[in-house]
């Protein structure tokens, strides 16, 4: 197995203290460990928002993005909606027929492949692109978030990440098109990006502060706690979003502390012999975090 090394970058000062080279020597070997048991690539982002201390690993590395594309869905639909271009409020008709961007064909999505079966049961019906998003985020609902990239586009997705420097983010095509995936064409992120598109709902850089923070709230409602969350203390809030197909596994998030401290983590990886075991570890990795960010 391919040794890894990690980057450790403060940019709040240029020399540390003796007790915090030895914390970060700590926390280093400590990480790397944790990595080293993970068969498969992996990637690494953490950001300590209080002093602006990074440690990341692989950070540029391209991953299929998995279900981490929809905070880039959300980010565009907020922001949309945020310029009047529609009301959260309004209300969409619920289908499950789409076109394929590789050449056009229409697909549908199968219920046994969502984790949100229940939506199935509204085809036909109208919900409101809040209920949408809303299930797209928490439920990881697949055919809700086909309907919210058909309607903010995926053109308007990408302009905004390339409006906030995540220019490795591809968001190209919804789930499950068959012949674009045969082709190439997938969605595909980076621990970095995806560490930028969170700081950039925590600094407004999109919408305003109103809704940034109703942004917080649907990834804080977040049914799929297994990776980031699972370890920390119940009283320790994650606004985060997962993702996983087979042999991929993410979990991207923010990390709030009961007196309000911040950092965010970026947990990528693909390629997995052993999903279970590398879960664990992540959980794990995850944990010693946490513990470092409370030195």
Sequence with gaps: MKIIIL???????????????MQSKKINEIILGKLNQIEGDKAVFFLNLETGEEIKFN??????????????????????????LFSLIDSIIVKNEFKSIADGSS?????????????????????????????????SSNLATNILIEFVGVDNIMKTMKSIGANDIRVLRGVEDIPAYRKGMNNTTTAKDLC????????YKV???????????????QEHNDIIPEQLPKNVKVAHKTG????????????????????????????????????????????????????
């Excluded at 980057?7 to 080279?21: D, K, M, P, Y």
């Excluded at 219920?111 to 409101?128: C, R, W």
Aim: hydrophobic residues 45%; proline residues 1%; aromatic residues 8%.
């Design 196 to 203: 930028l598109v969170l700081k950039s709902i925590l600094d």
């Design 107 to 139: 697909y549908k999505m199968n219920i046994a492949d969502d984790s949100d079966n229940e939506i199935y049961d509204l085809i036909g019906k109208k919900l409101t692109v809040y209920e949408l998003n809303h299930r797209m985020i928490t439920k």
């Design 7 to 21: 980057i450790i970058t403060v940019l709040f000062a240029s020399n540390l203290t003796a007790q915090e080279n």
């Design 244 to 295: 996983w197909i087979t042999g991929v596994m993410h979990d991207a998030g923010v990390v709030i502390l009961p007196d309000g401290r911040k950092y965010i983590l970026v947990l990528l990886t693909k390629n997995l012999t052993n999903e279970e075991k590398s879960k664990k570890i992540l959980q794990e990795i995850s944990l010693e975090f946490y513990k470092y960010f409370l030195r």
């Design 59 to 84: 950070e540029k590395e391209k991953f299929h993005a998995a279900s981490t594309m929809k905070v880039p869905v959300m980010l565009e639909l907020y922001r949309q909606a945020s310029v009047g």
């Design 207 to 221: 919408v305003n502060e109103k809704l940034s923070n109703e942004i917080l709230s649907v990834l804080e409602a």
